[in-house]
Protein backbone atom coordinates (compact mmCIF):
# COMPACT_ATOMS: atom_id res chain seq x y z
CA UNK A 1 0.00 0.00 0.00
CA UNK A 2 1.06 3.06 -1.04
CA UNK A 3 2.17 5.47 2.16
CA UNK A 4 1.37 9.80 2.51
CA UNK A 5 4.89 10.36 1.17
CA UNK A 6 4.69 8.18 -2.04
CA UNK A 7 1.75 10.28 -2.83
CA UNK A 8 2.85 13.90 -2.25
CA UNK A 9 4.93 16.00 -5.15
CA UNK A 10 6.11 19.15 -4.16
CA UNK A 11 6.21 21.53 -6.88
CA UNK A 12 9.69 22.96 -7.05
CA UNK A 13 8.38 26.63 -8.35
CA UNK A 14 12.02 28.49 -7.06
CA UNK A 15 13.84 30.68 -9.56
CA UNK A 16 17.16 29.64 -8.61
CA UNK A 17 19.47 26.40 -8.90
CA UNK A 18 20.71 27.57 -5.04
CA UNK A 19 16.83 27.94 -3.96
CA UNK A 20 15.53 24.85 -5.33
CA UNK A 21 18.18 22.61 -3.72
CA UNK A 22 18.32 24.39 -0.49
CA UNK A 23 14.65 23.23 -0.63
CA UNK A 24 15.30 20.24 -0.75
CA UNK A 25 17.61 19.59 1.30
CA UNK A 26 15.65 21.07 4.01
CA UNK A 27 13.04 18.93 3.20
CA UNK A 28 15.38 15.90 3.43
CA UNK A 29 13.42 12.60 3.45
CA UNK A 30 10.08 14.07 4.09
CA UNK A 31 9.57 14.32 0.17
CA UNK A 32 10.61 11.71 -2.60
CA UNK A 33 9.11 13.20 -5.90
CA UNK A 34 9.59 16.81 -7.10
CA UNK A 35 7.75 18.35 -9.76
CA UNK A 36 10.08 20.30 -12.05
CA UNK A 37 8.31 22.99 -13.98
CA UNK A 38 8.74 25.31 -17.25
CA UNK A 39 9.96 27.87 -14.66
CA UNK A 40 12.90 26.08 -12.83
CA UNK A 41 13.91 23.83 -16.06
CA UNK A 42 14.12 27.34 -18.34
CA UNK A 43 16.24 28.89 -15.86
CA UNK A 44 18.52 25.58 -14.28
CA UNK A 45 17.99 22.81 -17.16
CA UNK A 46 19.96 19.56 -16.84
CA UNK A 47 21.96 20.63 -13.57
CA UNK A 48 18.66 20.57 -11.66
CA UNK A 49 17.47 17.55 -12.88
CA UNK A 50 21.09 16.07 -12.23
CA UNK A 51 21.38 17.27 -8.71
CA UNK A 52 17.80 15.73 -7.83
CA UNK A 53 18.61 12.64 -9.28
CA UNK A 54 21.78 12.53 -7.42
CA UNK A 55 19.85 12.92 -4.20
CA UNK A 56 17.59 10.04 -5.17
CA UNK A 57 15.06 12.02 -5.76
CA UNK A 58 11.90 11.09 -8.48
CA UNK A 59 11.69 13.85 -10.96
CA UNK A 60 7.72 14.55 -12.37
CA UNK A 61 8.27 16.57 -14.93
CA UNK A 62 5.70 19.37 -15.55
CA UNK A 63 6.80 20.44 -18.69
CA UNK A 64 2.55 20.86 -20.37
CA UNK A 65 3.68 20.05 -24.26
CA UNK A 66 0.84 20.84 -26.34
CA UNK A 67 2.39 21.27 -30.15
CA UNK A 68 1.82 19.32 -33.64
CA UNK A 69 2.19 15.52 -32.74
CA UNK A 70 5.51 14.87 -34.37
CA UNK A 71 7.21 17.38 -32.53
CA UNK A 72 5.64 16.56 -28.86
CA UNK A 73 6.64 12.73 -29.67
CA UNK A 74 10.38 13.97 -30.57
CA UNK A 75 10.21 15.89 -27.28
CA UNK A 76 9.32 12.95 -25.33
CA UNK A 77 11.43 10.98 -26.74
CA UNK A 78 14.30 13.45 -25.71
CA UNK A 79 13.01 13.68 -22.36
CA UNK A 80 13.02 9.69 -22.12
CA UNK A 81 16.83 10.33 -21.16
CA UNK A 82 16.68 12.13 -18.25
CA UNK A 83 14.24 8.74 -16.43
CA UNK A 84 11.07 11.05 -15.27
CA UNK A 85 8.85 9.36 -13.54
CA UNK A 86 5.98 11.20 -14.57
CA UNK A 87 6.03 13.73 -18.23
CA UNK A 88 3.22 15.95 -18.43
CA UNK A 89 1.44 16.84 -21.95
CA UNK A 90 -1.79 18.95 -22.83
CA UNK A 91 -4.95 17.01 -23.41
CA UNK A 92 -5.88 19.94 -25.49
CA UNK A 93 -3.39 18.62 -28.36
CA UNK A 94 -6.27 15.86 -29.42
CA UNK A 95 -6.24 12.20 -29.65
CA UNK A 96 -3.04 12.25 -32.17
CA UNK A 97 -0.32 14.18 -30.44
CA UNK A 98 -1.55 11.98 -27.17
CA UNK A 99 -1.30 8.47 -29.51
CA UNK A 100 1.73 9.65 -30.83
CA UNK A 101 3.52 10.22 -27.66
CA UNK A 102 2.59 7.23 -26.01
CA UNK A 103 3.97 5.53 -29.07
CA UNK A 104 7.38 7.34 -28.46
CA UNK A 105 7.52 6.57 -24.64
CA UNK A 106 6.63 2.55 -25.33
CA UNK A 107 9.39 2.49 -28.53
CA UNK A 108 11.95 4.39 -26.44
CA UNK A 109 11.44 2.04 -23.15
CA UNK A 110 11.40 -1.00 -25.80
CA UNK A 111 14.74 0.31 -27.15
CA UNK A 112 16.41 1.44 -23.61
CA UNK A 113 15.61 -1.46 -21.46
CA UNK A 114 14.60 1.40 -19.00
CA UNK A 115 10.96 2.23 -17.26
CA UNK A 116 9.48 4.92 -18.98
CA UNK A 117 7.92 7.61 -17.70
CA UNK A 118 3.98 7.31 -17.05
CA UNK A 119 2.50 9.96 -19.13
CA UNK A 120 -0.43 12.31 -17.50
CA UNK A 121 -2.30 14.94 -19.34
CA UNK A 122 -3.06 17.92 -18.21
CA UNK A 123 -7.28 18.71 -18.40
CA UNK A 124 -8.34 22.23 -17.56
CA UNK A 125 -5.80 24.15 -15.64
CA UNK A 126 -6.90 24.74 -11.53
CA UNK A 127 -6.38 28.33 -12.03
CA UNK A 128 -8.84 28.50 -14.61
CA UNK A 129 -12.37 29.33 -13.59
CA UNK A 130 -15.71 29.00 -15.39
CA UNK A 131 -15.59 32.60 -16.44
CA UNK A 132 -12.07 32.23 -18.00
CA UNK A 133 -12.83 29.26 -20.01
CA UNK A 134 -15.97 30.72 -21.06
CA UNK A 135 -13.64 33.96 -22.19
CA UNK A 136 -11.56 31.68 -24.32
CA UNK A 137 -14.58 30.36 -26.50
CA UNK A 138 -15.51 27.26 -24.80
CA UNK A 139 -19.32 26.10 -24.36
CA UNK A 140 -19.55 23.61 -21.98
CA UNK A 141 -18.47 23.87 -18.32
CA UNK A 142 -15.31 22.84 -17.04
CA UNK A 143 -16.63 19.45 -15.54
CA UNK A 144 -18.09 18.35 -19.26
CA UNK A 145 -14.99 18.76 -20.80
CA UNK A 146 -12.47 17.73 -18.36
CA UNK A 147 -14.47 14.40 -18.40
CA UNK A 148 -14.61 14.33 -22.00
CA UNK A 149 -10.61 15.09 -22.07
CA UNK A 150 -10.32 12.01 -19.52
CA UNK A 151 -11.77 9.65 -21.53
CA UNK A 152 -10.01 10.47 -24.34
CA UNK A 153 -6.52 10.18 -22.33
CA UNK A 154 -8.08 6.70 -21.13
CA UNK A 155 -8.70 5.21 -25.27
CA UNK A 156 -5.00 6.99 -25.97
CA UNK A 157 -3.70 4.92 -23.72
CA UNK A 158 -2.35 7.47 -21.27
CA UNK A 159 -1.53 6.35 -18.04
CA UNK A 160 -3.52 8.94 -16.16
CA UNK A 161 -4.32 12.88 -16.28
CA UNK A 162 -3.81 16.41 -13.98
CA UNK A 163 -6.75 17.38 -12.58
CA UNK A 164 -8.65 19.61 -9.98
CA UNK A 165 -9.46 17.45 -6.91
CA UNK A 166 -13.15 18.94 -7.96
CA UNK A 167 -13.17 16.32 -10.68
CA UNK A 168 -11.54 13.31 -9.64
CA UNK A 169 -14.02 11.32 -8.15
CA UNK A 170 -15.97 11.57 -11.31
CA UNK A 171 -12.86 10.47 -13.52
CA UNK A 172 -12.41 7.85 -11.41
CA UNK A 173 -15.83 6.65 -11.93
CA UNK A 174 -15.65 6.83 -15.71
CA UNK A 175 -11.91 5.69 -16.00
CA UNK A 176 -11.89 2.95 -13.92
CA UNK A 177 -9.97 2.34 -11.08
CA UNK A 178 -6.05 1.79 -12.82
CA UNK A 179 -6.37 5.46 -14.21
CA UNK A 180 -3.82 7.90 -12.69
CA UNK A 181 -5.45 10.90 -11.15
CA UNK A 182 -3.19 13.95 -10.33
CA UNK A 183 -3.94 16.81 -8.48
CA UNK A 184 -2.77 20.23 -7.56
CA UNK A 185 -4.65 23.03 -6.12
CA UNK A 186 -3.90 21.48 -2.78
CA UNK A 187 -4.67 23.98 0.03
CA UNK A 188 -5.22 23.23 4.08
CA UNK A 189 -6.71 26.30 3.94
CA UNK A 190 -8.29 28.86 1.66
CA UNK A 191 -6.42 31.65 2.46
CA UNK A 192 -3.95 29.85 0.83
CA UNK A 193 -5.45 29.75 -2.86
CA UNK A 194 -3.49 32.48 -4.60
CA UNK A 195 -4.06 32.12 -8.06
CA UNK A 196 -5.93 28.71 -7.86
CA UNK A 197 -9.72 28.40 -8.47
CA UNK A 198 -10.45 24.69 -7.97
CA UNK A 199 -9.04 23.77 -4.59
CA UNK A 200 -9.28 20.98 -1.80
CA UNK A 201 -7.19 19.95 1.49
CA UNK A 202 -4.91 17.31 1.00
CA UNK A 203 -7.45 14.60 2.71
CA UNK A 204 -10.44 16.24 0.69
CA UNK A 205 -8.31 14.80 -2.48
CA UNK A 206 -7.12 11.47 -1.41
CA UNK A 207 -10.86 10.88 -0.67
CA UNK A 208 -12.57 11.87 -4.22
CA UNK A 209 -10.34 9.31 -5.73
CA UNK A 210 -6.29 11.18 -6.05
CA UNK A 211 -3.21 9.06 -6.44
CA UNK A 212 -0.91 11.56 -6.31
CA UNK A 213 -0.91 15.30 -4.90
CA UNK A 214 0.83 18.31 -6.12
CA UNK A 215 1.87 20.98 -3.39
CA UNK A 216 4.08 24.10 -4.52
CA UNK A 217 3.84 27.19 -2.64
CA UNK A 218 2.19 26.21 0.76
CA UNK A 219 5.39 24.48 0.99
CA UNK A 220 8.25 26.15 -1.05
CA UNK A 221 7.19 29.55 0.23
CA UNK A 222 6.90 28.72 3.73
CA UNK A 223 8.68 30.18 6.36
CA UNK A 224 8.60 26.48 7.85
CA UNK A 225 8.30 24.16 4.83
CA UNK A 226 9.37 21.06 7.13
CA UNK A 227 6.37 21.98 9.23
CA UNK A 228 4.02 22.69 6.21
CA UNK A 229 5.10 19.36 5.10
CA UNK A 230 4.62 17.58 7.98
CA UNK A 231 0.49 19.08 8.61
CA UNK A 232 -0.18 18.08 4.91
CA UNK A 233 1.67 14.50 5.16
CA UNK A 234 -0.65 13.90 8.69
CA UNK A 235 -3.50 15.46 6.72
CA UNK A 236 -3.43 12.43 4.16
CA UNK A 237 -2.48 9.89 6.73
CA UNK A 238 -5.66 10.54 8.43
CA UNK A 239 -7.34 9.63 5.69
CA UNK A 240 -5.24 6.29 4.82
CA UNK A 241 -6.10 5.43 7.76
CA UNK A 242 -9.61 5.73 7.74
CA UNK A 243 -9.97 4.21 4.78
O1 LIG B 1 1.82 26.55 -5.82
P1 LIG B 1 0.75 25.57 -6.18
O2 LIG B 1 0.51 24.53 -5.10
O3 LIG B 1 -0.50 26.22 -6.66
O4 LIG B 1 1.43 24.76 -7.40
C1 LIG B 1 0.74 23.87 -8.18
C2 LIG B 1 1.66 23.38 -9.25
O5 LIG B 1 0.90 22.49 -10.08
C3 LIG B 1 2.20 24.48 -10.20
O6 LIG B 1 3.52 24.13 -10.55
C4 LIG B 1 1.29 24.41 -11.40
O7 LIG B 1 1.95 24.77 -12.59
C5 LIG B 1 0.92 22.93 -11.43
N1 LIG B 1 -0.37 22.62 -12.09
C6 LIG B 1 -1.57 23.23 -11.76
N2 LIG B 1 -2.73 22.90 -12.42
C7 LIG B 1 -2.72 21.97 -13.37
C8 LIG B 1 -1.52 21.33 -13.69
C9 LIG B 1 -0.37 21.68 -13.02
O8 LIG B 1 -1.62 24.05 -10.86
N3 LIG B 1 -3.86 21.59 -13.95
Redesign the pocket.
Known sequence: MQTAKDQLIV?L?LPTLERAMNMVDTLGDLVECY?V???AFYGMGHILLAQLAGRGKKIFM?F?LHDIPTTVANTVTTLCQFSPAFL?LHAAGGSKMLEASIKAVNEWEALSKRPRPKLLA??????IGERDWMEIGHQSPIRESVLRMSVMCKEEGLDGV???PREAAAIRALCGPDFLI?T????LSPEQN???MRTATPAQALKVGANYL????????ASDPCTVTTEILQDMKQYIEKK
Do not use: H
Not at 184 to 187: K, V, Y
Not at 214 to 221: D, L, Q, T
Open positions: ADQSMEDKTITVLTSVSSVPGIRADQVVGRPIVS
